[in-house]
């Protein structure tokens, strides 16, 4: 192992996922900041596309099987199948750890903090957590939770992506607080470009992030109004995607466009960014971030990290929790206002740009590096 500092910095990322989403994107934009600054990436994951993605930026990517289950169910799975995730991914670490020469390892998603955690302790990598969402408002299992505890005496460092994270998991999890940092989610505000408001009659809501049943999208869909002068766009993917899309297939103002990854095109295009979910879980949503540092107002349930982000009646409005009536209607206020469109997209980028700014979120997990 002391031949370990004649290498430069190397990272381990392990991403398994049922869908691409937030966390899945926030990786793919981690992992291009860490090459520029000379850090050598490896990636194990399920998901072609940001393997396919992550190829054209020199990063080694490994494809490995992984089930479309995601939550408590896969939390539950990994646990009693736990002998063969073993035997399937210990080959896998040692040849990363003693042939590859990589002392740091990132891993997000709960199945592989249980199983794998105390297996890359073991072999003496530099094991980093990121928590993303408020993780006791979904999982209700008390074993979990005490299992959840008991895994992560193996993490060296859990970075928590919001205040409200961090509280979660030092209040209600028992984590000890000097082992958690708070490193926000980050926009790149090199591809993510200001586009100022226009004055048009043509309104466009965004909505991008995963659509799934969790996030309860299809209760918001259900209250837009057919003869809505607001066009309503969703972008993502999800296991809610199909049945939306024919459910919906005929109402003229609602699209659906799936995973994109140019976003920059439909934030450029969109006039207000809505967040309608209702997942308690919330840490803080990648897509309102992107959003808020193209220069656009925000209309977001007051649920899980959105507090951090949106500063009610300056830079778009908080609604209280499952209130569509007046989700609508504050929709309805931005769209008949360009000057208040204007004023409140302006103060979502200076946001940003002091607060959720990439390059400077970057900084701070280099730091944790070895």
């Not at 494809?63 to 479309?68: M, S």
Request: proline residues 3%.
């Amino acid at each position: 192992m002391s031949n370990d500092k004649s290498f430069p910095k190397q990272i381990l990322q392990i991403l398994i996922s049922p869908y691409i989403g937030g966390v899945e994107v926030y990786t793919l934009e981690l992992d291009k900041k860490l090459i520029h600054r000379s850090v050598k990436v490896f990636i194990l994951s399920n998901l072609n596309p940001i393997l396919n993605k992550l190829k054209s930026f020199k990063i080694t990517v490994f494809h490995i099987y992984g089930k479309k289950v995601g939550g408590v169910k896969r939390a539950f799975l990994v646990i009693l199948l736990q002998p063969i995730y073993f035997l399937y991914y210990f080959p896998l670490l040692i040849y990363f750890r003693f042939v590859k020469k990589i002392r740091n390892v990132h891993v997000q998603d709960i199945g592989e903090k249980f199983v794998l955690s105390p297996i890359c302790k073991l072999l003496g990598f530099n094991v980093i957590w990121t928590e993303h969402g408020i993780l006791t408002s979904w999982l209700k299992n008390k074993f979990l939770w005490k299992y959840f505890k008991f895994v992560s005496h193996f993490a060296d460092t859990i970075v928590a992506v919001s205040d409200l994270t961090r509280e979660d998991l030092i209040n209600n999890l028992k984590i000890q607080p000097q082992k958690i940092q708070v490193i926000y989610n980050g926009v790149d505000l090199n591809i993510i470009t200001e586009t100022e408001a226009k004055e048009s009659e043509n309104i466009i809501a965004t909505y991008i992030g995963r659509m799934s049943i969790d996030k309860k999208i299809e209760d918001f869909l259900a209250i837009i109004p057919q003869k809505s002068e607001v066009e309503f766009r969703f972008v993502g993917d999800g296991d809610l995607l199909a049945d939306l899309k024919g459910k919906y297939q005929h109402n003229h103002n609602i699209k659906f466009y799936g995973f994109q990854s140019d976003k920059e095109k439909f934030l450029a295009e969109t006039d207000i960014f809505v967040h309608p979910s209702l997942h308690p879980a919330e840490g803080m949503s990648l897509g309102a971030l992107e959003a808020m540092g193209s220069g656009k107002p925000i209309v977001a349930f007051d649920t899980g990290g959105m507090k951090e982000l949106v500063q009610s009646g300056v830079n778009g409005f908080l609604v209280p929790h499952g209130d569509y009536n007046e989700f609508i209607d504050r929709i309805s206020e931005l769209a008949g206002s360009y000057k208040l469109r204007l004023t409140m997209g302006k103060k979502s980028r200076k946001i940003v740009e002091e607060k959720f700014n990439l390059e400077k979120n970057v900084e701070e997990f280099l730091k944790l590096l070895k």
